[in-house]
């Protein structure tokens, strides 16, 4: 059972470049999102997805788009990186309800912005 | 804006003592979660507590909430060196329409 599976693991990017960070859940989970991890500053939350078509922001979406074509899949795309966007990113799904909220997290993916 | 904020930031034990470490959040919430986090890799979910329940049990693991004070506590019995890690608290708001909004953490370290 693989669960939340992110690639790559690394990405180092110039500034003004786009690229997709992609993200797959084989638990059959409604609910997708993504957050960014900052030193000292715990997890923010980016995007998210309460099921195929359905996206809203969260606390920091700009420079950010996501779509949601299927239930498995929810990638992150970043328009033209910024070296604010130096971040480690983290996908995370989950059962959807409110009964259900107990989030699976990918591993991670470590993206520089130079 | 943080949610939650755990106190404290970094905290330091021997092996085999108790750890607590505490999570204050600001709105009405359904659920509280704790996660921890390996250095350098994923979030993993330990325990849920809902707004319902005032204490909760998992192995060593033991969550109180306090929802009159906003607050929670985990605590880690007999501590292992396995155990060091990042905590992180994290709640889903009511009305929140179920997003997980987390703390900063604490960083546990288990001296062997």
């Known amino acids: 059972n693989a669960g939340v599976t992110q690639t790559p693991k690394f990405q180092v990017l110039k500034t003004g470049q786009s690229m997709t960070l992609q993200c797959a859940q084989d638990?059959?989970?409604?609910?997708m999102s993504w957050y960014r991890q900052d030193p000292g500053m715990g997890l923010r939350l980016i995007h998210y997805?309460?099921?195929?078509?359905?996206?809203d922001q969260g606390e920091v979406p700009n420079g950010y788009n996501v779509s949601r074509s299927t239930t498995e899949d929810f990638p992150l795309r970043l328009l033209s990186a910024a070296p604010s966007q130096t971040s480690v990113y983290f996908c995370?799904?989950?059962?959807?309800?409110?009964?259900?909220?107990?989030?699976?997290f990918g591993q991670g993916t470590r993206l520089t912005v130079v | 804006s943080q949610q939650g904020e755990e106190d404290p930031q970094a905290l330091s034990i021997q092996e085999g003592e108790n750890a607590t470490m505490n999570c204050s959040y600001k709105?009405?919430?359904?659920?509280l979660q704790w996660y921890r986090q390996n250095s350098g890799r994923g979030l993993v979910h330990l325990i849920l507590?809902?707004?319902?329940?005032r204490e909760k049990h998992s192995g060593r693991l033991r969550v109180t909430l306090d929802t009159s004070k906003k607050s929670s506590s985990l605590l880690i019995t007999a501590s292992r060196a396995a155990d060091t890690a990042s905590y992180f608290c994290?709640?889903?708001?009511?009305?929140?329409?179920?997003?997980?909004?987390f703390g900063t953490g604490t960083r546990l370290t288990i001296i062997p």
């Open positions: 709105t009405s919430i359904n659920n």
């Open positions: 994290a709640t889903d708001a009511l009305f929140g329409n179920e997003k997980l909004t």
């Open positions: 507590i809902r707004s319902n329940e």
């Open positions: 997805s309460v099921g195929a078509g359905i996206t």
């Open positions: 995370a799904s989950s059962y959807g309800g409110l009964l259900n909220t107990e989030a699976f």
């Open positions: 638990m059959n989970h409604e609910y």
